[in-house]
């Protein structure tokens, strides 16, 4: 059965859905400001996690930071949807109330078969800010809510989703491959021509899309607004990704590839973009 709708919910997350399934990637709507991030308990806005998510049957989880992961107890207690994670990950669901039989942790290599998907999971590599890790460690064993600091780094995946004929990969990683060959490819923005370059010539993907560029402590009630890029030693410093730029990268590299930017909560029929690209190239 073909995938019927595809959603970005901004930041990583995505919604996967046939007729009968559907399977989010990092849900995450909450978008905490920079004040609930550092100095208050990180609480999930569950009404808009409900309004943007229906009906949910499994969720994968790259990882546990923040941004990937506090939305997924309560959608999960919820629905009932099974998670797939690493460690930190069931110690988040553990925390939020969620039974241990709605958990299941991820080995590299691992093939999960669900339903109308099948997944692959692939190793990735976190990105580091001043050459340090991002909050790395083992998330605290204790009941929520949980402070934004307490959502830490251990295993990081990313996925190659296969439905039907279309193969999307979920490419999170800072390492450029090696990658499978897919259809879609899911990438965040931002990087050098050498790691494109790298990505491109091992995932030889139709669509490219952008995702986790977006400012994510800004409130979907906004319009979303490019995140800061680390620092630089260039001037200014300080630059916002650009997703012009991104798509001339991209052309330049690849240009049988489209490089397709989604609108946030917008389910599209991913077969037809599919053809679209076909017809265009």
């Not at 050098?192 to 669509?207: E, H, K, N, S």
């Not at 490089?259 to 029929?269: G, H, I």
């Amino acid at each position: 059965m073909a995938i019927l709708s595809w959603t970005w919910l901004g930041v990583a997350g995505l919604v996967l859905a046939t007729e009968r399934q559907a399977v989010a990637v990092d849900p995450y709507l909450s978008r905490l400001s920079s004040r609930q991030l550092w100095l208050r308990a990180a609480r999930s806005q569950s009404e808009l996690v409900a309004r943007a998510i229906p009906r949910c049957d499994q969720v994968l989880v790259t990882h546990a930071h923040v941004d990937h992961v506090l939305d997924v107890p309560g959608l999960a207690r919820r629905t009932g949807a099974l998670v797939y994670g690493s460690a930190n990950v069931g110690r988040v669901l553990a925390a939020g109330g969620v039974p241990v039989r709605q958990f299941q942790q991820l080995a590299v290599g691992e093939l999960l078969e669900l339903g109308d998907f099948a997944v692959e999971v692939l190793a990735a590599v976190h990105g580091t800010v001043l050459s340090r890790p991002v909050l790395p460690g083992t998330t605290p064993e204790r009941k929520a809510p949980l402070r934004a600091d307490d959502y830490r780094l251990d295993e990081y995946y990313g996925f190659l989703i296969n439905v039907a004929n279309p193969r999307l990969l979920d490419w999170p990683s800072e390492r450029a491959g090696p990658a499978p060959e897919a259809d879609v490819l899911f990438v965040k923005p931002g990087k050098g021509d050498a790691f494109y370059a790298a990505l491109l010539g091992d995932v030889r993907p139709r669509l490219v899309v952008p995702i986790h560029w977006d400012d994510f402590t800004r409130p979907l009630s906004q319009p979303p607004r490019p995140m800061l890029l680390p620092p630089a030693l260039a001037w200014p410093p300080l630059r916002r990704v650009d997703l012009a730029a991104f798509k001339r990268q991209i052309g330049a590299l690849k240009p049988s590839a489209r490089v397709f930017t989604p609108q946030m909560l917008y389910a599209y029929d991913l077969p037809g973009l599919l053809t679209a690209t076909e017809q265009a190239v």
